[in-house]
Nanobody
Framework: QVQLVESGGGLVQAGGSLRLSCAAS????????MGWFRQAPGAKREFVAL????????HYADSVKGRFTISRDNAKNTVYLQMNNLKPEDTAVYYC?????????????WGQGTQVTVSS
């Protein structure tokens, strides 16, 4: 079992920044690949970013490349999503998710989500 709690969402103007955090407990965090996803109203949940358990591989959705940065601190059991130059289309509920070995990208564990709203 992995418990995930996101924080850091809020209301920001276009061009602004936010940093999301996802605190994990339960399973050994350091062995989990961690992903960030988002879901806008009326839309499907979409992939945003991934960081593998060692932090050696990172992937981003094309829509956020160059603006978002995913990182992790295994000593604090936390994964972060730094979001810069935010756009109104980034408005969504953001979720973190854990992918345990053997890392099949099934993401069995999800947080409750944190709302990000970007005003124009």
């Amino acid at each position: 079992q992995v418990q995930l709690v996101e924080s850091g969402g809020g209301l920001v103007q276009a061009g602004g920044s936010l940093r999301l955090s996802c605190a994990a407990s339960g399973h050994t965090f350091s062995t989990c690949d961690m992903g960030w996803f988002r879901q806008a109203p009326g839309a499907k949940r979409e992939f945003v970013a991934l960081i593998t358990w060692r932090g050696s591989n990172i992937h981003y959705a094309d829509s956020v490349k160059g603006r978002f940065t995913i990182s992790r601190d295994n000593a604090k059991n936390t994964v972060y999503l730094q979001m810069n130059n935010l756009k109104p289309e980034d408005t969504a509920v953001y979720y973190c998710a854990a992918d345990l070995p053997p890392y099949r990208r099934t993401y069995n564990y999800w947080g409750q989500g944190t709302q990000v709203t970007v005003s124009s």
